[in-house]
T-cell receptor, first 113, second 116 residues
Framework: DAGVTQSPTHLIKTRGQQVTLRCSPK?????VSWYQQALGQGPQFIFQ???????QRGNFPDRFSGHQFPNYSSELNVNALLLGDSALYLC????????????FGPGTRLTVT | AQTVTQSQPEMSVQEAETVTLSCTYD???????LFWYKQPPSRQMILVIR??????QNATENRFSVNFQKAAKSFSLKISDSQLGDAAMYFC?????????????FGKGTRLSVIA
C-alpha cells in the first residue's frame, strides 16, 4: 500500500514564474491538504480539497491555487513566484470519515531564485 | 485563532536517557486533538502520538508518552530510553475537533539531538 506521494522532489524556479506541484493521496483517502513549511518553521496550512472543491483555506494569497481530480490526487499551483515562496511544500491526505489522522508525503522542496 | 508555542528551539539528550519536550497552546475550543509529529532529515512528517482533549488519560505509545494538562493548555512529550534514531525535529500540533478534517496548526518545532 503506497503512502502519500509527491512530485517532484526538488524544483528550482525563477522569480515571476509559475509552478505546479503534485500529490497522490494514500489509498482509501479522499481529502488532500497542502502545507507550506519555510526553513526553520512549522508547516502552515494553505488549503484543503475534498470532492474536487476547495473546502478550507489558510492565510495565503490568490497566487496559490489548487485542484483535485476524480481519483483524489491534487495539484498545487503558485503563480508569479516570489523569493519568499521558497519552502518545503507538504501534502497530507486523510479520509473525511475519520476526523483526526492525516498522513504526510515527503514534500517538494521549491527554491525560487 | 489557535496558536501553538514550542519554547525550546533545541534540545539534546544522551542515548538511553529521558527527555521532555514542551508545548503550550491557546484555544477557546473545548473539543480538539493534540499531536506530536517527528520530522527526520528525510523530511517525512511522522505521527508520534495523539491525544484527544476529552480524554483525561495521557496517551502512551511505547517509549513516547505525553503529559496533557488541559486547564494549563500544556502538552509535553516525554521520550524514554532515547535512541539515535529519535534525532529529528519534533512538532507539536493542534487540530479543532469538527466534522470533516480541520487543518493542523503547528508550533515552530524543537530540534532534538541524541548523543551517543
Amino acid at each position: 500500500d503506497a503512502g502519500v506521494t509527491q512530485s517532484p522532489t526538488h524544483l528550482i524556479k525563477t522569480r515571476g514564474q509559475q509552478v505546479t506541484l503534485r500529490c497522490s493521496p494514500k489509498s482509501g483517502h479522499d481529502t488532500v491538504s497542502w502545507y507550506q513549511q519555510a526553513l526553520g518553521q512549522g508547516p502552515q496550512f494553505i488549503f484543503q480539497y475534498y470532492e474536487e472543491e476547495e473546502r478550507q483555506r489558510g492565510n495565503f494569497p490568490d497566487r496559490f491555487s489548487g485542484h483535485q481530480f476524480p481519483n483524489y490526487s491534487s495539484e498545487l499551483n503558485v503563480n508569479a513566484l516570489l523569493l519568499g515562496d521558497s519552502a518545503l511544500y507538504l501534502c497530507a491526505s486523510s479520509w473525511r470519515g475519520q476526523t483526526y489522522e492525516q498522513y504526510f508525503g515527503p514534500g517538494t522542496r521549491l527554491t525560487v531564485t | 485563532a489557535q496558536t501553538v508555542t514550542q519554547s525550546q528551539p533545541e534540545m539534546s539528550v544522551q542515548e538511553a536517557e529521558t527527555v521532555t519536550l514542551s508545548c503550550t497552546y491557546d484555544t477557546s475550543e473545548s473539543d480538539y486533538y493534540l499531536f506530536w509529529y517527528k520530522q527526520p532529515p528525510s523530511r517525512q512528517m511522522i505521527l508520534v502520538i495523539r491525544q484527544e482533549a476529552y480524554k483525561q488519560q495521557n496517551a502512551t505509545e511505547n517509549r513516547f508518552s505525553v503529559n496533557f494538562q488541559k486547564a494549563a493548555k500544556s502538552f509535553s512529550l516525554k521520550i524514554s530510553d532515547s535512541q539515535l534514531g529519535d534525532a529529528a525535529m519534533y512538532f507539536c500540533a493542534y487540530r479543532r475537533q469538527y466534522s470533516g478534517n480541520t487543518p493542523l496548526v503547528f508550533g515552530k518545532g524543537t530540534r532534538l539531538s541524541v548523543i551517543a
